[in-house]
């Protein structure tokens, strides 16, 4: 099981709502950069690693786990930066889909 959301523009209360899930690293880079979109994968967690290492290679994005889900089996991944960034690494992503 894998969900793919992006969203673009982000309120600023939707960020709130993601830094309190996030570890204190995250939290950080969200208050200290400009977050342009975010993109939210759901999935096991080695599939997390996985597709947070294939996100980074395609573009310059930052990514961090969200809390929150059931941490054992299902979690939740966010990659943040600038939209066209976000984009290329969220179609990274999509494009390993059919292999899972």
């Known amino acids: 099981m894998m969900s793919i959301r992006i969203i673009n523009a982000p309120h600023s209360e939707?960020?709130?709502?993601?830094?309190?899930?996030?570890?204190?690293?995250?939290?950080?880079y969200v208050?200290?950069?400009?977050?342009?979109?975010?993109?939210?994968?759901?999935?096991?967690i080695t599939d997390l690693f996985f597709f947070?290492?294939?996100?980074?290679?395609?573009?310059?994005?930052?990514t961090v786990e969200?809390?929150?889900?059931?941490p054992?089996?299902?979690t939740s991944l966010a990659v943040v930066g600038e939209l066209s960034a976000v984009r290329t690494a969220m179609d990274a992503i999509e494009a390993l889909q059919t292999s899972f």
């Open 31 to 44: 208050r200290d950069h400009s977050i342009g979109a975010v993109g939210l994968v759901q999935s096991n």
């Open 14 to 28: 939707v960020l709130q709502m993601l830094q309190r899930r996030m570890p204190p690293h995250g939290r950080a």
């Open 52 to 62: 947070s290492d294939v996100a980074m290679k395609a573009a310059d994005v930052f």
């Open 66 to 70: 969200i809390y929150g889900t059931c």
């Open 72 to 74: 054992q089996h299902v």
